[in-house]
């Protein structure tokens, strides 16, 4: 037995911990802690990777582990904490798009397993943690949208997972083109709701990274379809 991997499974189970306490907290009705939570477990989740790394003992099982834990951390935690927050009052309706979110989370993981060998330098769809922070952050800062609004803001989200469209991975391989207007767009959105709400300022960085992904996407679209 690698005792080794000991530490990154271990990593990848506390994420999986921290998002049932998310869930344990919603249904108490704290609104706090349940959104800090699956942040905590989002930077959980990007330790055990490196972990593994550090260790030199990656391998499928810990893959395996991680793409589970990522699914009850990021994508059943998030969508419980959405639907008590903010459409509860849609009933049956709400239940089913807070589910979608989950859904569309499951099926996000699954590509991103099969294809881990054929994408590199961007991911392929929003990552499945970076769409649960969207929804913490928006339970954090405070912003309480009718719950159609709510409703529109899960279901895009949900979408946009297990979409087409290119977001940035951050480490510095050439995998996809960043275009300077799209992107001054999603950080003008960014920095219009951070004048409005200063303290909501998780919630204006998510919307500027998730508004800026798909606007590059849309413009390298029609770049490509104009050549």
């Given at each position: ?26 249904v ?9 939570c ?15 790394r ?14 589970l834990?990522d ?41 991103f ?15 499945i ?8 952050a ?6 309480r ?41 999603g ?34 679209y029609?770049?490509?379809?104009r050549?």
């Open positions: 037995m690698n005792y080794r991997r000991i530490v990154p499974n271990s990593i990848s189970a506390f994420s999986l911990m921290l998002g049932l306490l998310s869930i344990f907290h919603t108490a009705g704290d609104f706090f802690w349940a959104p800090v699956i942040i905590l477990s989002v930077i959980a989740d990007s330790l055990d990777g490196r972990a593994a550090l260790l030199r003992c990656q391998g499928d099982f810990g893959k395996e582990l991680d793409s834990c699914l009850g951390a990021f994508g059943v935690a998030p969508a419980v904490m959405i639907y008590y927050y903010g459409l509860k009052d849609l009933g049956l309706a709400g239940m089913v798009v807070a589910s979608l979110f989950t859904v569309f989370g499951a099926l996000r993981l699954a590509r397993n099969v294809n881990t060998a054929s994408v590199h330098g961007y991911f392929q769809g929003m990552p943690p970076a769409g649960a922070c969207f929804l913490a928006y339970v954090l800062s405070g912003y949208f009718a719950p159609l609004g709510a409703a529109a803001m899960t279901l895009v989200v949900a979408l946009i997972l297990y979409s087409e469209i290119k977001f940035p991975d951050f480490k510095g391989r050439d995998g996809m083109k960043l275009y300077p207007l799209p992107i001054a767009l950080v003008a959105v960014g920095l219009f709701l951070l004048w409005q709400r200063p303290f909501a300022w998780p919630f204006a960085a998510m919307c500027a990274y998730t508004l800026g992904g798909i606007l590059n996407s849309i413009y390298a029609f770049r490509k379809e050549r």
